[in-house]
């Protein structure tokens, strides 16, 4: 059987900590990299001057802010950082950013449409988000809720729709709408929660009657798996409510998201056996992203080493049509082509489900489920008879991946309105598809 090779992370620029300081989640904490300045008296000597520049040059462009805890900057090969697929999600070069496509938004979702109440998005009937905190272990420059998500950058002043001060309207609002079944707890990262509130989330909603799931998101087992491992308290938190919902017949499980295999570590095995032995049941929600994950020995050495790890892969998302994440995007027929090569390489129920997050807020939508696909200027078309059966959600290719032409006509002021009005394309449709 082919062996998975499994990356333990390079500790040469934290070689001045112990073992037990750099496994500390604390001393991750204490030691991430936030600002610029400090990545710069990090990598000084090790990579060429130029290529700082190029990250600090590319930062100002960028919805995002930087953080990366040492364990994940010891994941980069600092040697080859210019490529590698790690740094590439977390630190921008000014070299691979791209002018944005101009259907690219802040709130490409439109969450904040769909929030009746501060923190909360409720857009399917038995499911809502419950955006917990703003901060996360580490930033991913494509972070889909650049919106509220981080420090203020040049680009994005942020939301602060997050805050503790609202848990208490949005229970409300679960509690009045008997249709909620499912919650989603994100953020942000719940790994930034204190087990106190991981434990009033979890109990209150378990104990709103008609709530019978809840996914608690956090990206800390591929970034920071050390928090499953010596934050004792906050992991004890997390399997007591796992357990009170296993008493009341209820689901309880967490969400991940890891992109590459290079984050599987030997670290994460050892957070996933402690995870596993409490019977906390972990899935996987992958970004498809361009010069790190967009072929296909990657991703199936990913969907590969993720089942190893016992954590299902769920979910492929096309990267969202965020505002400075141009240069991430693939077009939908690369998606396409992707899951066609990919599934058959494992079982079914170990091959993620890939999907377009339909823009303007239509949810998930399989790749190969598009109404049409228009190729000159890139537009596809998925329908969501769940959320608006008169609406069509229209996805846009990046502009890279198509001719000059329609390079250009993207290009003029207006051009949205006059390429859709050109090709009859209208976001409402007359009369709901049977
Ligand atoms: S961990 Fe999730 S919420 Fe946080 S920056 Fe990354 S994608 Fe955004």
Known sequence: MQQLQVRSENRTLYDH??????????????????????????????????????IGAGLSKVGMSIRLTPYIMSLIDWRNADT??????????????EADHPCLAVDSLGERETSPVPSLVHRYPDKVLFLVTSVCPVYCQYCTRSYAVGQDTLLVQKDHVTSARNWEAAFDYIRAHPEIEDIVISGGDVARLKPANIRLLGNTLLEIEHVRRLR???????????????????????????????????????????????????????????????????????????????????????????????????????????MGTEHFRVPLST?????????????????????????????????????????????????????????????????????????????????????MAKLGYQSRTATAVA
Request: aromatic letters at 10%.
């Open 17 to 54: 900590a112990s073992a037990a300081e750099f496994n500390d989640h604390r001393w991750q904490d204490k030691n991430s990299v936030a600002r610029f300045k400090q990545l710069e008296a990090l990598l000084e000597g090790l990579i060429a001057p130029s290529l700082l520049d190029e």
């Open 84 to 97: 590698d697929p790690i740094r590439r999600q977390f630190l921008p070069m000014l070299s691979e950013q």
């Open 216 to 322: 608690f998101a956090t990206k800390a087992l591929s970034v920071q798996p050390m928090k499953f491992l010596s934050d004792d308290d906050w992991f004890q938190a997390i399997v007591e409510v796992v357990e009170y919902g296993r008493s009341m017949f209820k689901d309880v499980c967490v969400h991940t998201h890891f992109n590459h295999p290079n984050e599987i570590t030997p670290l994460v095995e050892q957070a996933m056996r402690r995870l596993h032995n409490e019977g906390v049941y972990v899935r996987n929600q992958a970004v498809l992203l361009r010069g790190v994950n967009d072929d296909t020995d990657t991703l199936i050495k990913l969907f590969r080493g993720l089942g190893r790890m016992n954590i299902h892969p769920y979910y492929v998302y096309l990267c969202d049509m965020v």
């Open 335 to 419: 998606a396409q082509e992707l899951e066609k090569t990919v599934r058959g390489t494992t079982a079914g129920f170990n091959t993620p489900l890939f999907v377009v997050d339909a823009p303007g807020g239509g949810g998930k939508r399989d790749v190969h489920s598009a109404e049409f696909q228009e190729v000159e200027f890139g537009i596809s078309g998925f329908r969501s008879p769940a959320v608006d059966p008169l609406r069509m959600y229209h996805y846009f290719d990046p502009l890279r991946s198509l001719g000059q032409a329609a390079r250009e006509a993207w290009k003029m002021p207006g051009s949205k309105d006059q390429i």
